[in-house]
Nanobody, 121 residues
Framework: QLQASGGGLVQAGGSLRLSCAASGRTFSNYVMAWFRQVPGKERERVAAISWSGSSTFYTDSVKGRFTISRDNTKNTVYLQMNSLKPEDTAVYYC????????????????WGQGTQVTVSS
Protein backbone atom coordinates (compact mmCIF):
# COMPACT_ATOMS: atom_id res chain seq x y z
CA GLN A 1 0.00 0.00 0.00
CA LEU A 2 1.04 3.56 -0.72
CA GLN A 3 0.09 6.49 1.48
CA ALA A 4 0.55 9.98 0.05
CA SER A 5 0.70 13.04 2.26
CA GLY A 6 1.95 16.60 2.34
CA GLY A 7 -0.59 18.35 0.16
CA GLY A 8 -2.25 21.58 1.14
CA LEU A 9 -2.97 25.17 0.22
CA VAL A 10 -0.05 27.39 -0.69
CA GLN A 11 0.40 30.72 -2.39
CA ALA A 12 1.98 30.98 -5.81
CA GLY A 13 5.75 30.90 -5.49
CA GLY A 14 5.60 28.75 -2.39
CA SER A 15 6.80 25.22 -1.77
CA LEU A 16 5.41 21.89 -0.63
CA ARG A 17 6.96 18.49 -0.13
CA LEU A 18 4.86 15.45 -0.83
CA SER A 19 5.69 12.11 0.72
CA CYS A 20 4.59 8.64 -0.29
CA ALA A 21 5.15 5.99 2.33
CA ALA A 22 4.91 2.36 1.35
CA SER A 23 3.81 -0.39 3.65
CA GLY A 24 3.11 -4.07 3.42
CA ARG A 25 5.94 -4.74 1.02
CA THR A 26 9.20 -3.23 -0.06
CA PHE A 27 9.20 -1.02 -3.13
CA SER A 28 12.95 -0.59 -3.26
CA ASN A 29 13.14 -2.36 -6.62
CA TYR A 30 10.15 -0.55 -8.14
CA VAL A 31 10.00 2.50 -10.35
CA MET A 32 8.15 5.16 -8.37
CA ALA A 33 6.24 8.04 -9.86
CA TRP A 34 4.05 10.99 -9.05
CA PHE A 35 1.00 11.74 -11.15
CA ARG A 36 -1.50 14.55 -10.92
CA GLN A 37 -5.05 14.95 -12.10
CA VAL A 38 -7.39 17.86 -12.53
CA PRO A 39 -11.13 17.19 -12.87
CA GLY A 40 -12.05 16.69 -16.50
CA LYS A 41 -8.47 16.07 -17.60
CA GLU A 42 -6.33 12.98 -18.02
CA ARG A 43 -3.99 11.92 -15.28
CA GLU A 44 -0.54 13.30 -16.01
CA ARG A 45 2.77 11.77 -15.03
CA VAL A 46 4.72 14.52 -13.29
CA ALA A 47 7.91 12.75 -12.27
CA ALA A 48 9.40 9.29 -11.99
CA ILE A 49 12.47 7.78 -10.42
CA SER A 50 14.26 4.50 -10.96
CA TRP A 51 14.70 2.00 -8.17
CA SER A 52 18.25 3.19 -7.49
CA GLY A 53 17.45 6.87 -7.87
CA SER A 54 20.00 7.23 -10.65
CA SER A 55 17.42 7.99 -13.33
CA THR A 56 14.63 10.53 -13.13
CA PHE A 57 11.94 11.89 -15.40
CA TYR A 58 10.07 15.19 -15.23
CA THR A 59 7.31 16.49 -17.40
CA ASP A 60 8.34 19.71 -19.11
CA SER A 61 6.08 21.98 -17.09
CA VAL A 62 7.79 21.11 -13.79
CA LYS A 63 11.42 20.83 -14.85
CA GLY A 64 13.64 23.00 -12.68
CA ARG A 65 10.91 23.41 -10.05
CA PHE A 66 10.13 19.88 -8.83
CA THR A 67 12.52 17.23 -7.55
CA ILE A 68 11.69 13.59 -7.04
CA SER A 69 13.75 11.54 -4.63
CA ARG A 70 13.50 8.32 -2.70
CA ASP A 71 14.79 6.77 0.48
CA ASN A 72 14.68 3.02 0.08
CA THR A 73 15.63 2.49 3.73
CA LYS A 74 12.37 4.22 4.64
CA ASN A 75 10.36 2.82 1.74
CA THR A 76 9.39 6.40 0.91
CA VAL A 77 9.42 8.60 -2.16
CA TYR A 78 9.25 12.40 -2.10
CA LEU A 79 8.29 15.19 -4.43
CA GLN A 80 9.76 18.56 -3.54
CA MET A 81 7.74 21.24 -5.29
CA ASN A 82 9.16 24.76 -5.45
CA SER A 83 8.01 27.91 -7.22
CA LEU A 84 4.50 26.56 -7.32
CA LYS A 85 2.06 27.97 -9.84
CA PRO A 86 -1.75 27.99 -9.86
CA GLU A 87 -1.64 25.53 -12.76
CA ASP A 88 0.04 23.00 -10.43
CA THR A 89 -3.25 22.71 -8.58
CA ALA A 90 -4.38 19.09 -8.75
CA VAL A 91 -4.74 15.88 -6.81
CA TYR A 92 -1.33 14.25 -6.68
CA TYR A 93 -0.95 10.48 -6.65
CA CYS A 94 2.07 8.32 -6.07
CA UNK A 95 2.47 5.04 -7.90
CA UNK A 96 4.81 2.07 -8.01
CA UNK A 97 5.62 -0.12 -10.97
CA UNK A 98 7.65 -3.29 -11.19
CA UNK A 99 10.57 -3.62 -13.57
CA UNK A 100 13.03 -1.00 -14.70
CA UNK A 101 11.37 0.71 -17.61
CA UNK A 102 10.50 4.40 -17.27
CA UNK A 103 8.75 4.85 -20.57
CA UNK A 104 5.76 7.22 -20.51
CA UNK A 105 2.98 4.65 -20.78
CA UNK A 106 4.38 1.85 -18.66
CA UNK A 107 1.85 0.40 -16.20
CA UNK A 108 1.94 1.05 -12.48
CA UNK A 109 0.53 -1.70 -10.30
CA UNK A 110 0.16 0.18 -7.02
CA TRP A 111 -1.42 3.57 -6.39
CA GLY A 112 -1.78 5.82 -3.39
CA GLN A 113 -5.01 7.56 -2.48
CA GLY A 114 -4.05 11.05 -3.62
CA THR A 115 -3.31 14.29 -1.85
CA GLN A 116 -4.77 17.66 -2.86
CA VAL A 117 -2.42 20.49 -3.79
CA THR A 118 -3.99 23.91 -4.23
CA VAL A 119 -1.93 26.89 -5.32
CA SER A 120 -3.59 30.28 -4.98
CA SER A 121 -2.65 33.24 -7.15
Amino acid sequence: QLQASGGGLVQAGGSLRLSCAASGRTFSNYVMAWFRQVPGKERERVAAISWSGSSTFYTDSVKGRFTISRDNTKNTVYLQMNSLKPEDTAVYYCAAGGGATMTPRRPYEYWGQGTQVTVSS
